[in-house]
């Protein structure tokens, strides 16, 4: 229905080693220090969720924690958000793409239980930047925000658990956050449509996009 497939083999694109220029568009040049700033945003912005966190799950009246209990939730929790979310925080990017787009999750090899995606569909820039927050938004910031919410009405030793979950989320969010910085911070004419080829990023002018 979205045209997503799972593998486990590279595209060929990928593997090449001269990349031709893509005809009728501009290479995105990569700013080596947005990523430094992606990685310290997203610092402060776990700092931040940390210590509004413990502010707030200490304001909640409780009984002294049962350590076996918390152990075992903390186990549960971490457990999930190192094994299934990588893959659904690549989902998200998927269905954030055009519905009719064909998207590749690449399962990586040798390097454990991670994978990313690749899609050559030509998207505006706020879409773009759209597609690489949106995780961050659905499976750290908003969890986050329900939490501190609910908190009071839960058991404490679950907000407790829940916590690092949530900040981990976040922070293998990084490099989406990098992406979306140096994208919104380029200078590109109104209406270019942006997409990947290979390990490169292009830029369409309005002019030069191919009618579907």
């Known amino acids: 229905m979205f045209n997503i497939k799972f593998t486990k083999e590279l595209p060929s694109v990928l593997t090449e080693p001269n990349h031709s220029p893509v005809e009728d ?74 519905k009719r ?17 690749y899609c050559e569909a030509e998207v505006s ?28 009405n839960i058991p404490y030793v679950i907000s407790v658990s829940l916590l690092p979950s949530l900040l981990y989320l976040v922070f293998i969010a990084s490099i989406d956050v990098s992406n979306a910085l140096m994208i919104a911070t380029r200078k590109l004419p109104r209406g270019a449509k942006l997409f990947l080829r290979g390990s490169h990023l292009y830029c369409r002018f309005e002019q030069n996009i191919k009618q579907e």
């Open 125 to 152: 820039r706020l879409r773009l930047i759209l597609i690489y927050l949106l995780p961050l938004f659905l499976m750290g910031l908003l969890p986050f925000a329900i939490l501190m919410w609910i908190s009071p």
């Open 101 to 117: 787009a064909e998207k590749l999750i690449i399962l990586s090899k040798g390097k454990g239980l991670t994978c990313y995606i």
């Open 25 to 98: 568009a501009h290479e995105v040049q990569y700013v080596p220090r947005m990523k430094t700033l992606g990685f310290c945003t997203t610092g402060v912005l776990l700092l931040l969720m940390g210590f509004c966190g413990a502010w707030r799950i200490r304001q909640i009246p409780h009984e002294p924690l049962q350590r076996d209990l918390l152990c075992i939730l903390l186990i549960i929790s971490l457990a999930i958000a190192f094994v299934p979310c990588p893959y659904i925080h690549e989902l998200i990017h998927a269905f954030a793409y055009p």
